[in-house]
Each structure stands twice: as structure tokens, then as C-alpha cells.
């Protein structure tokens, strides 16, 4: 109550925020009537002289208020649309580094034009990221007219283009381009063997369309750079050929007999775990199956990869849904994307999962990926010196983007009051029930010519509604995986009168639902005439539209995120329209069998809900509202647990790419083999004559095979042996500076050869091998650390400890390899040199 009336009296944080925002609008406002009477040519102008400001000393935020006028008056002209005052505010939120929430259909493309412009006056680039390369394609075409007559260059970072055409792009003051292609353009860069064949420059500003489904959604997967290794086709068949003999424990309890099944499902984390007994077959049918050595196992190290093998195969054919996690195209597994419902055609899942999947449904099994190089999202955005993003939902996830991101959310006021009617969500007992409503709910709106949209989770939910409707003569158009080229078609058109539009989501689309149907633009029409007459027609059918009630919404069951819901809901009601909506649920829904209590279920039947009724009561919704908070938790524990053990890399990450650029930008890299090789000499003195034990024990002759295995080199043992009174570092500088001089001599007697580019090639080879079998090492450790929990150590605490241990020895590796290949490269034609003392 006290919150409550604090708020009332003071207003919000976000309410005091804007106040303080609106004295610059107002200013911005007050410059309109001067910056209208400039000529174009003196508009272009503008640009020339606020970069002259930027470099005499002035801020961006010096030039904001009349750079934004410029822009808006430069948008009234070039593409007709003029900012309304709350898009202005935006502007001001994307620049001052926080996320904008503007609801759907208020106009976040036009927005974003400010803060783009703005940023790319100080020459150091600006990176647009949007969800797909369709809306990038779209808004890099849309707005390249207004930033090229503002003397800006526009860049288009698209998948597949050359070096040379990455580097131009690159050089543009504005790039558009996918959140996937920038992250891997980045692991790429670190990747060459030259810098000539890096692309990015400096990570200067980011601009994040769809914030939430790119930093939130898809955060719980890194982005791994991959190539293929070893097939293992044949143990994958065997391995799913085996699983289909294993049950399913029904209840899971840790006192019921071991003989009830062989594996139980935790819905909630969509995990398969093997009873004990379970364990005990699968590992009898490895056996039969000649997968393990007899009296081998499964608890082996190094067999723990057949146990992900097992899991996977479980998942695959328990957990994953084709139709729903996948779809069959040209005989290949695609994924189908949880959020967008959209095709990811060049992703696989890891760990073998895609290859399980493959197996399932008896297809072409493609080679596992090995892991090249990785990163988070949420690790690589945070390499921008500045960060801003903007949705129409992100106020639910507010708390994840301030402690991850230190991104602030800014809520938006609408240009127009909504007053879209929100009904209360209907309960039915079984799922037939429910989509008997929904189609009598559909057929109702048909009758009053009112525009539809369905939203489903799944392909096979949305096919399955469409055939009934067509069975019942109503025309329909299905989006999903399956067609998503004619999305944006689709999207334009279903606000028409009558149509119904049955879609799997509606994240991340970018197209606005329009009442009456999308108008045609003059280019798009032969004549004036024909112009005119389609735009008397269409406000004839829109006005219509509004008649009818606007568009309608009906959602099949709640998302498991409440994001999702109100990315549907808010495809109604944009800009003042008239609109409703109504989610339809039933008792066998994922959300409510898994998430909603058992309490509430039992209160939900004595209320007297029967088969062939409906329940609509306020607290069925602040249950939903719970288990979808409950949801949201589990998943930001799971990105926050992900990013926690990709800090940890990183830093192994940054040491990596630290030494790779060092090594590719410059020209002699002698100081550096140097370095190495005294790193390594004092390595092998420090092992077979440290100074911890008595000289008398020194493995001397240990060491003497060592340096003639490794260095050509054979040193005398008596001559070693006059210096063993003194401490090893004496012993250390005789050997060093014998090598030493013996590597310089020869680099210069066989200068012909381009030794520089000999050893470069040698570092780079082997610091990429050495990473890429860490990487994957550190996979495996990270996929069973949590087995620590049982001997009450902390699993992170023990992943920090050995990741780190591996990160030493890696290195130690690398230098001791890097060695001994150069000099078998450089001296390979050389004896052995015999030192006479």
C-alpha cells in the first residue's frame, strides 16, 4: 500500500525518467520551424558541419536536439513520414544506451533512424541488428534514401559475401545485418591467418531490433563456429535401435522400486535421466552391440560420451516433436525456432542431439561439429562501447537486462490511447473442447466480417485448425515454418475484412497489421487514377474493419513466457484501432499440466468445471500469470548459469585472441619465439633439476635426451656436470644461450627461406589446434561438473579450478609444440650439433 501510494503521489521511476526526457523534445520542437525553412542542399549540409563539431571538441549529445530535427525534417521529405514526439522520446532513450519498450505498431524502425544517425557522425560505425536478414534487407533498402542524402554510407552485412565485399560493408557508417552474422564475423576475424583478412573494425555502437528474442530468447544457446569431424554414423544407429527397447518410469521416485522403467522425463527442464536400472541395461545392450569392451564401464571416463549418446537418443524420441522442434525438408532435419517459429536452416543442435534426431527418423546421419571457436551473446554484445535495443515487450524481463547487460528499460507512452478490449482467458477440461470454441469463436467472427488472427505453438496445431476451417468453407492463411517467404505478404493482408490468419508466433515479424489490408503505395500503381480508386477502396474496407470490432486475437494456450503472449495480443490495437482479444485453454495444455499446482487444479474441479463447460474466473489468469513468472525464472537462472561459465572462458578467450592478433600484425615475430623458447628451456630445467632437491638427484641425463629429441642438440653431460654446484638457473642460462645462438645462426645462414611466415604459420596452426581441443575438453568437463555437487564440492567453483588448471597446461603445450616444430621446420636438414667445451 505504501509503494502503491508513493507512486501515486511521486509517480513511477519510469513516469520521472520521461519527465526529464520531454524538456528535450521540447527543445527539439522548438527548432522544427527553423530547420524547415532550410533548402535540401543546406540540409545535407548539417552533416559536414556537426562531424566539424564533434572533432572541435562538442559531445553527441551537444548535437542531439538539432541533429534529431534534422532527421525529422529530412524524413518528412524523402520518405514522407514525419516522428510524432513520442518517437522522438525514443530516439533520446536508444541514444542514451537503454532499451525503448514502444508497443506494436507505434513506428520502432522510424524511430531508430535518430539514434543511428546521431552515432554515425563520429565515424566509428554503427551496427543495426535485426532478427532475420529479410528485416534486414528491408530496413537497410528503406532507410539507405534518407542516410545517403544525409551523407551517410549504408552497408548491408549479409551471409555468404566475400572477404572483399565484408571489408567494404564494414567500411559503411551505417551496417545492417543479423545479430548471427556480426557474432560470426567476429569469431571469424579471430580466426585468419593474416589481418589483411579481417573484416570488422572496432565494436563501436549496436542498435538491437527485437531485444528481447535476441539478448533473452535465443541467450540460453552460444554461438559456436563449427566444422565437421569424425563420423560416427554407425554407433548413433545402434545406439537408437537400443532405445526403443527402454521404458518410461511413469511417476518418478527415488524410494520406488528400480524395476518400474529404465529413464524418467523432468517436463520442466525437458531432461532424460536413467534409473539405476536403467543404467545396467543400456550398458548390457552397449555391450551386445560391441559399443564397449567386455567387463568395461559406462562409469569410464571415456565412455561418457556414449552416455550422451543414450540421453540424446532418449530425448530425441521422447521430448523432441516433429512438426513442432522440427520439420523434415529435403530429406534433412531442420530446426524450427521455439520463439519465431521460423526455419533455422543452418543451425544443428550440439552434442550429438541433431545427429539423435537424425537417426529417429531414419535419415541421412551428418558428421558431429567440432566446436572451432565460441561465444555467447550476451558476451559478444558486451564488447560494444555502447549498446541500445528496442521491443515491444521487455518490461517483463527488466531485472535480466540491468544485471546482465546494465541496459535500463524504458517504457514508451503510446501516440494514441489503446482501447483493444483483453477478455479473460477460457478454461475447458479437454483440448477437443477447447478447439470446438475456438472455431465457433472464429465462425462468429467470419459472420461479422471481423479480421482474425490465431496464434499456435506449433506447426501441427496451426495445420491441423486451418483444415477444420477449410472443412467448414472458411478460407485461411497458415504462417509458419513452413512458408515463412510469404510472411510478410500474409502478415500485410490479414487485417482484410473476414480473414483469418492462423500463425505459429508473431516475434520478431516486422510487418504491421493493417485494418483493411496494406495500402498500396503510388509507385506501385499504374496511374493516378488506379491510385486513387484503391485508396477510396481501401478506406472503404478499413472503416468497415472498425465497424466490425477491429482485429480480433485468439490464442490457442499460453507461451511458457508472457512476452510471447503479448507479442500476440499486440498485433491488435495498434495506433488507437479498435480490437480484442481471448486466449483459450484446456487442462491438458503443456503450461497447466507441468507448471500450474496440483491445489489449483483440485480447487479448478470442485468449482464444478464438467466435460462440455468452460471456467472464466480472474485467478485462473494469476495462475497463468505465476507459472509463466515461475518459467521465466527457471530460464533466466539457466542464460544467467550460462554466462557464468562463459566469463570464465572468456577470459581464456581474450588471452587467446590477444596472443593471435599479436602474432598476425607482426611482421617479425623472433621476440616472440624468443620468449617461448625461454619459457621452455626454464620448463625443462625446473623438471628434471629443480632447485626444491639436491643437485645429486637431477635427472641430468633425462634431460640431455630431451634436448637432443627436441632441440638437435646434443650437450655434454660432463660439461653440464662442472655447473651442478651451482643453482639451476646457471644450467639454465649455458643451455639457453647455446640455443639461442644456434636458432639466429641459423635464420640468418638460411635467410632465403621466408622463415618469418614459416613460424607465424607454425604459431597459428598449433595455437588454433590447442584451443579447439580445449574448447571441446572444456564441453565435456562442463557437461558433468554438476556430478561434483555429490561429494559437497561447488560445481562452478570446481569448473573455475580445473578450467584453469587446462588453460596452463594448454598453454605450457602450445609453447613446448611451437618449439620443437620450428626447429624440425628450420633445421630439419641439419645433424645433430655437438657442443665441445
Known amino acids: 500500500m505504501l509503494l502503491r501510494l508513493l507512486k501515486l503521489m511521486f509517480g513511477s521511476r519510469n513516469d520521472r525518467i520521461l519527465n526529464e526526457l520531454y524538456s528535450i523534445v521540447n527543445h527539439i520542437n522548438s527548432l522544427e520551424k527553423y530547420v524547415v525553412k532550410l533548402s535540401d542542399q543546406e540540409l545535407q549540409n548539417k552533416t559536414v558541419l556537426f562531424k566539424n563539431d564533434l572533432q572541435n571538441g562538442k559531445i553527441l549529445d551537444d548535437l542531439l536536439p538539432e541533429a534529431f530535427a534534422v532527421v525529422r525534417e529530412s524524413s ?357 473442447e477447447k478447439y470446438d470454441a475456438i472455431v465457433k469463436d472464429i465462425q462468429k467472427c467470419v459472420f461479422i466480417n471481423q479480421p482474425v488472427l490465431v496464434g499456435t505453438i506449433s506447426i501441427e496445431k496451426s495445420e491441423m485448425i486451418s483444415r477444420r476451417l477449410f472443412q467448414l468453407g472458411i478460407e485461411n492463411n497458415v504462417l509458419n515454418a513452413k512458408n515463412v517467404i510469404e510472411e510478410a505478404k500474409i502478415i500485410s493482408q490479414a487485417g482484410k475484412l473476414s480473414s483469418v490468419t492462423i500463425s505459429t508466433n508473431m516475434a520478431g515479424r516486422g510487418t504491421d497489421i493493417v485494418l483493411g489490408g496494406n495500402k498500396k503505395l503510388r509507385m506501385e500503381c499504374h496511374s493516378d487514377q488506379e491510385y486513387k480508386m484503391h485508396q477510396l477502396s481501401w478506406k472503404r474496407e478499413h472503416d468497415l474493419v472498425i465497424l466490425s470490432g477491429g482485429l480480433h486475437i485468439i490464442g490457442t494456450e499460453r507461451y511458457e513466457s508472457r512476452r510471447i503472449d503479448n507479442q500476440l495480443r499486440g498485433r491488435s490495437g495498434r495506433q488507437g484501432d479498435p480490437g480484442s482479444s481471448r486466449f483459450y485453454l484446456s487442462m491438458d495444455d503443456t503450461l497447466i499440466r507441468i507448471f500450474i499446482p496440483n491445489k489449483i487444479k483440485i480447487m479448478i474441479r470442485r468449482l464444478g468445471i464438467k466435460v462440455g463447460c468452460s471456467l472464466e474466473n480472474s485467478w485462473i489468469t494469476k495462475a497463468i500469470y505465476h507459472a509463466q513468472k515461475k518459467i521465466e525464472n527457471q530460464n533466466f537462472e539457466i542464460r544467467k548459469q550460462l554466462l557464468e561459465y562463459d566469463n570464465i572462458l572468456n577470459e581464456q578467450r581474450k588471452v587467446i585472441y590477444k596472443k593471435r592478433y599479436e602474432i598476425i600484425s607482426t611482421k617479425n615475430i623472433s621476440f616472440l619465439i624468443q620468449n617461448i623458447l625461454r619459457d621452455v628451456i626454464l620448463n625443462i630445467i625446473n623438471i628434471y633439476c629443480p632447485n626444491n632437491i639436491f643437485y645429486k638427484k637431477w635427472k641430468i641425463i633425462d634431460m640431455v635426451q630431451i634436448l637432443k629429441t627436441d632441440f638437435h642438440l646434443i650437450f655434454s653431460i660432463i660439461y653440464l656436470n662442472k655447473h651442478i654446484n651451482f643453482s639451476n638457473r646457471i644450467i639454465f642460462n649455458k643451455i639457453y644461450q647455446v640455443i639461442k645462438k644456434k636458432y639466429y645462426f641459423h635464420k640468418m645462414k638460411d635467410s632465403f627461406l621466408n622463415i618469418y611466415d614459416i613460424e607465424r604459420r607454425i604459431m597459428l596452426f598449433y595455437l588454433d589446434k590447442l584451443w579447439k581441443e580445449h574448447l571441446l575438453s572444456l564441453e565435456y568437463l562442463k557437461r558433468s561438473i554438476h556430478l561434483r555437487s555429490y561429494a559437497q564440492k561447488e560445481p562452478k567453483q570446481e569448473y573455475i579450478r580445473e578450467s584453469f588448471i587446462m588453460f596452463t597446461n594448454m598453454l605450457n603445450t602450445l609453447k613446448h609444440e611451437v618449439v620443437l616444430r620450428i626447429f624440425e621446420k628450420i633445421f630439419f636438414f641439419k645433424m645433430f650439433v655437438k657442443i665441445i667445451v
Not at 528481447?212 to 541467450?219: F, H, K, N, R, V
Not at 536452416?345 to 541421412?364: T, V
Open 76 to 432: 518528412k521529405r524523402i520518405l514522407n513520414m514525419r516522428h510524432f514526439d513520442v518517437q522522438i522520446l525514443g530516439g533520446i532513450v536508444l541514444h542514451n544506451k537503454c532499451i525503448a519498450e514502444m508497443y506494436t505498431g507505434e513506428g520502432k524502425t522510424l524511430t531508430s533512424i535518430l539514434s543511428i544517425y546521431l552515432n554515425a557522425l563520429n565515424g566509428n560505425g554503427v551496427h543495426v541488428v535485426t532478427m532475420n536478414e529479410y528485416l534486414c534487407k528491408r530496413d537497410a533498402e528503406k532507410h539507405r534514401m534518407l542516410f545517403e542524402f544525409l551523407g551517410l554510407t549504408v552497408g548491408l552485412n549479409m551471409s555468404g559475401l566475400s572477404i572483399a565485399d565484408k571489408k567494404k560493408v564494414y567500411s559503411s557508417d551505417i551496417i545492417y545485418g543479423t545479430h548471427n552474422e556480426f557474432c560470426f564475423d567476429y569469431l571469424r576475424d579471430n580466426m585468419v591467418f593474416s589481418n589483411q583478412d579481417c573484416v570488422q573494425n572496432q565494436l563501436n555502437y549496436v542498435l538491437i531490433d527485437e531485444v528481447d528474442s535476441i539478448l533473452i530468447d535465443e541467450a540460453r544457446t552460444p554461438v559456436v563456429l563449427s566444422g565437421a569431424s569424425v563420423n560416427r554414423s554407425e554407433i548413433y544407429r545402434k545406439i537408437n535401435d537400443i532405445v526403443l527397447y527402454l521404458t518410461m518410469q511413469k511417476k518418478y521416485n527415488i524410494q520406488c522400486s528400480n524395476k518400474i522403467g529404465h529413464f524418467h522425463i523432468d517436463e520442466e527442464t525437458r531432461q532424460i535421466n536413467l534409473t539405476e536400472y536403467g543404467f545396467r541395461i543400456v550398458e548390457k545392450f552397449l555391450y551386445d552391440s560391441c559399443l564397449i569392451h567386455n567387463n568395461d564401464s559406462l562409469y569410464s571416463s571415456y565412455n561418457i560420451i556414449l552416455i550422451q549418446n543414450v540421453i540424446d537418443a532418449l530425448r530425441a524420441h521422447n521430448i523432441f516433436q516433429k512438426n513442432v522442434d522440427y520439420i523434415i525438408q529435403d530429406n534433412k532435419v531442420v530446426i524450427v525456432d521455439e520463439y519465431t517459429g521460423r526455419l533455422m536452416g543452418h543451425y544443428r543442435w550440439s552434442d550429438g542431439l541433431h545427429q539423435a534426431i537424425e537417426a529417429k527418423e531414419k535419415l541421412k546421419i551428418f558428421s558431429e561439429n567440432q566446436i572451432l571457436a565460441s561465444i555467447t551473446f550476451q558476451n559478444y554484445f558486451k564488447l560494444y562501447k555502447k549498446i541500445s535495443g528496442m521491443t515491444g515487450t521487455a518490461s517483463t524481463e527488466m531485472l535480466e537486462f540491468s544485471y546482465i547487460y546494465d541496459l535500463d528499460t524504458i517504457i514508451i507512452p503510446t501516440n494514441r490511447s489503446i482501447i483493444r478490449k483483453d477478455y479473460s482467458d477460457v478454461l475447458y477440461i479437454t483440448v477437443q
